[in-house]
């Protein structure tokens, strides 16, 4: 695995950048202190000199939107995710070509056509393999069993950083590993791809899936 970059300084050339799901623009993409502050062609007013460059080569970036839990979110925040200058810099960097239907929906990517994955400023996956052995920076707001009863879903996160879904009653549908920071999760399944999924108001929102814990026996 290459060198992970520093986050807090970083520019990303030559990218396809889905500042929201269905509005793209092609250049760069800039980051200082965590937060987006240029993206597209030209450059920040600021740049700074120590600023580490990626040529991803083409690669798309994109939002970690999902939309089920933007819909739940209070009025006037719809934008918090976009890729804009002042938005906390969380999105992943991919080979793969990505629909506007991805970015809202289910939004998966194999190993091989990942670049990053950064939430919040961390880097928690490089090319295609976990960058961090921190699994949640806030565990009791999410280890537990998230059941939405509707899709017959049990998504049970263990406390040593593994997932396991049951799905329609079958034990063990989907397993793997799992990573927190703030309200947001990334999954990285053991049959081979990353995804992603966010908290609001003690609500677990994945693809398509709406998940309340379990606390003694009765949901949220």
Do not use: C
Request: no cysteine; aromatic share 8%.
């Amino acid at each position: 695995m290459t060198e992970q970059p520093a986050i807090f300084s970083l520019r990303l050339d030559h990218a396809i950048i889905h500042v929201t799901a269905s509005s793209v623009v092609r250049g760069t993409l800039y980051i200082r202190d965590g937060l987006f502050t240029h993206a597209g062609a030209g450059e920040p007013s600021e740049t700074e000199r120590t600023t580490r460059t990626i040529d991803v080569q083409g690669a798309s970036i994109v939002p970690l939107l999902v939309e089920n839990g933007l819909r739940a979110r209070a009025a006037g925040n719809e934008q918090s995710w976009d890729l804009v200058a002042g938005n906390a810099a969380t999105f992943a960097v991919t080979r793969q070509h990505v629909t506007a239907a991805q970015v809202r929906g289910t939004l998966m990517i194999a190993p091989d056509d990942l670049i990053a994955i950064i939430v919040d400023g961390e880097m928690i996956a490089w090319e295609g393999r976990p960058a961090t052995d921190t699994i949640s920076t806030n565990p009791n707001m999410w280890t537990g069993t998230w059941v939405d009863r509707p899709h017959a879903l049990a998504q049970h996160l263990l406390p040593e950083g593994r997932y396991t879904e049951t799905r329609n009653g079958r034990a063990d549908a989907y397993t793997g590993l799992y990573w927190t920071r703030t309200n947001r999760i990334v999954y990285l399944d053991d049959s081979g791809f990353w995804a992603f999924g966010l908290q609001h108001h003690n609500t677990l929102y994945h693809a398509h899936f709406t998940m309340r814990r379990i606390q003694n026996g009765k949901q949220d």
